[in-house]
């Protein structure tokens, strides 16, 4: 019990180094950005990439219900497992569209900015 207070305290204090680290933080800011660019680049591929795990996690569940029917406690366990991956996955998904939909909004807001900051001719009226 002491050695788990221990080790918490210790990744408690390392992530907080690593948090007000200025070199980290930038580090993990242009990961971050470049993490965004490449989702915007290839977002079809993470459509099939999704896809693709959901099917193989049903196709999985099916095999292991079909192997494990007789024995009841197992499979709860198994679809208890089965549904935490699911939920796991579709919140991967959910912020990789949210980090597209983030990198859109950036875009628009830069293309809103510099239609707002276009100057503008102004016509004088003359008498």
């Known amino acids: 019990m002491i050695n788990l207070i221990i ?13 007000f680290n200025k070199h ?10 470049n993490t965004r660019i490449f989702i915007h680049k290839n977002e079809s591929f993470f459509t099939i990439l999704f896809l693709f795990f959901f099917f193989i996690q049903q196709f999985i569940l099916v095999i292991l219900v079909f192997y494990f029917k007789t024995n009841l406690n197992l499979l709860q366990v198994i679809i208890s497992i089965f549904a935490l991956i699911v939920i796991t996955t579709a919140s991967l998904q959910k912020i990789i569209l949210d980090v597209r939909i983030r990198y859109f909004r950036e875009k628009v807001d830069i293309l809103i900015n510099l239609i707002h900051n276009i100057p503008r001719k102004h016509k004088s009226k003359s008498s």
């Open 7 to 19: 080790v918490n305290s210790f990744l408690f204090i390392i992530a907080i180094i690593l948090i």
């Open 24 to 33: 980290f933080l930038k580090t993990l800011d242009k990961t971050c950005n």
